[in-house]
């Protein structure tokens, strides 16, 4: 019997029986077919064209989210993955010529891109398209067979992804798997190829652990603080605005969000003040009412969130509304790095600004953190935010903007430390859902006999020459 996309709790999830049958589908090797890889691309693309208003209804439902910013942040960055990928498919898929010594010629040597097999995706509730279906672009190129699961906390999301996806992929290589902590443990019970995990670093662990019992390699999305540094002589014009998108967006729910600001006392004067009026700008002066400012996922996160609001003295914001999952796009100074606001990452649209006396002391903050995933430099001097770059280590950063490496599909993304391990996008999803196999081809034509016993110091001595 063929598996259809598994309906959440309602039905027993049988996830051995699940990666057995794509198992046993991509032992028969149609995935591995260029054209079926192509052909699934194209399937994918034509399911987002079909379905981009139920998708856009969905998305606003979970998360409020303005239609503009997920046609931008989640719909149109995934049809950019699937066409950079059917673009260099061809070429990602050739053998990569590596160079033969003299000791092995005549003889060619090379590297072969294959699928891994069968593997899962897991993903989170933030951007809960895109973080779905990003990841399983590079998996199809690559041949693989896929099982995915999206985050139960974008409920509805996750019930339009479960019922479209068999409607246009292949079901036996494709299966979308609905379900939270129960059917993610029986998935991660079984043996995968790979597991690629979007999320917090707790249930991260989790996943780790249980792939380990396998061997199982993982790539590891994570999260963390990603700091914002502003040097005095930067465009506070440009930055103000690029920081309050970079924050705002998707009300402060997105993993690479700049979580705080470091600046000097005399870049915060300049800084805050525009800042302010941004905000006001974007999103009027009570944002409860504005149709571009999204909501908090749940009551939960919401009182997680409004409870940072205590940690600083209120600049702009400060508001909220359990009921409503709203909070207000808070700006908070004065705040003390030993705050719950300064230690957990916020995911949500709180900006603390933490004063420094000198950007070394910026620097020497961010360094004494774990490593973040992106990390924001704001200035003109060229040299001074390529200096805090070779200083600060960190997954991904930007200079003079907040997120925008996302849109460079040669750009690996991923993090570093605790924000994560591995990477995908463009050409580094296609590795990360492949392997490289080392492959030597010998002529029969010349057979040395160096190599053979019995040996002698003659043959000894030409090894040696010969290296
Ligand atoms: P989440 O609660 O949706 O969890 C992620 C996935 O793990 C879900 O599919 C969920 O069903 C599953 N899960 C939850 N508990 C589990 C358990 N006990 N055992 C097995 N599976 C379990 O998402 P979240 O963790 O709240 O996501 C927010 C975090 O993710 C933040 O830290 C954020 O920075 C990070 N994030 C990272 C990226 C990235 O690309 N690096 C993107 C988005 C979010």
């Keep these: 019997m063929r598996i259809e996309n598994i309906p959440p709790s309602s039905t027993k999830l049988d996830a051995a029986a699940l990666i057995g049958e794509k198992r046993h589908y991509f032992h028969k090797g149609r995935t591995v077919d260029i054209s079926w890889r192509r052909q699934q691309l194209m399937q994918l693309r034509k399911l987002l064209q079909e379905n981009e208003e139920r998708f856009l209804q969905a998305l606003h439902q979970d998360l409020h989210k303005p239609h503009q910013e997920s046609f931008v942040t989640e719909i149109s960055m995934v049809l950019k993955d699937i066409d950079y990928a059917l673009k260099h498919l061809p070429k990602w898929i050739k053998p990569h010529r590596a160079s033969t010594p003299l000791l092995a010629q005549p003889g060619k040597s090379y590297m072969l891109p294959e699928p891994l097999g069968v593997v899962l995706i897991i993903s989170a509730w933030n951007y809960p398209l895109q973080l779905l279906l990003s990841p399983l672009v590079p998996a199809i190129a690559a041949g693989n067979c896929a099982v995915i699961k999206p985050s139960e906390l974008a409920a509805e999301t996750s019930v339009l992804m479960a019922e479209l996806l068999p409607r246009y992929l292949d079901s036996n290589a494709i299966t979308c798997v609905e379900g939270a902590v129960a059917e993610t443990t029986a998935l991660l019970e079984q043996r995968w190829d790979h597991i690629l995990y979007t999320g917090g670093s707790g249930v991260g662990r989790i996943v780790m652990s249980a792939a380990a019992k396998h061997l199982t390699p993982v790539t590891l999305e994570l999260g963390g603080k990603s700091p914002c540094i502003v040097a005095e002589d930067a465009d506070m014009t440009v930055a103000a605005r690029r920081i309050a998108w970079g924050k705002f967006t998707n ?40 149709k571009d400012y999204g909501r908090i996922i749940n009551r939960q996160h919401t009182e997680r969130i409004a409870g940072y609001i205590k940690d600083g003295d209120i600049v702009c914001g400060g508001k909220f509304d359990v009921d409503a999952r709203y909070v207000a796009p808070t700006l908070l100074c004065n705040v003390d790095a030993k705050a719950s606001v300064m230690q957990e990452e916020i995911f949500g649209p709180i900006l603390p600004v933490m004063i420094v006396d000198s950007l070394r002391q910026a620097e020497a903050f961010v360094n004494s953190r774990e490593k973040p995933l992106a990390l924001y430099v704001f200035s003109r001097s060229e040299q001074l935010a390529s200096g805090i770059l070779s200083r600060c280590s960190s997954g991904n950063a930007c200079v003079n903007d907040c997120m925008m490496f996302m849109v460079a599909q040669d750009l690996p993304f991923g993090g570093v430390g605790q924000s994560g391990m591995g990477a995908y996008h463009g050409k580094h999803g296609f590795k990360t859902f492949s392997h490289y196999k080392a492959v030597m081809k010998r002529s029969n034509l010349l057979d040395v006999n160096l190599r053979y016993a019995p040996f002698n110091n003659q043959k000894l001595k030409v090894l040696r020459r010969l290296g």
């Design 251 to 290: 009300a402060g729910q997105t993993c690479i969000a700049p979580d705080y600001l470091l600046c000097t006392r005399a870049g915060a004067n300049k800084l805050l003040p525009k800042l302010k009026a941004t905000i006001a700008e974007m999103f009027g002066n009570d944002p409860f009412h504005s």
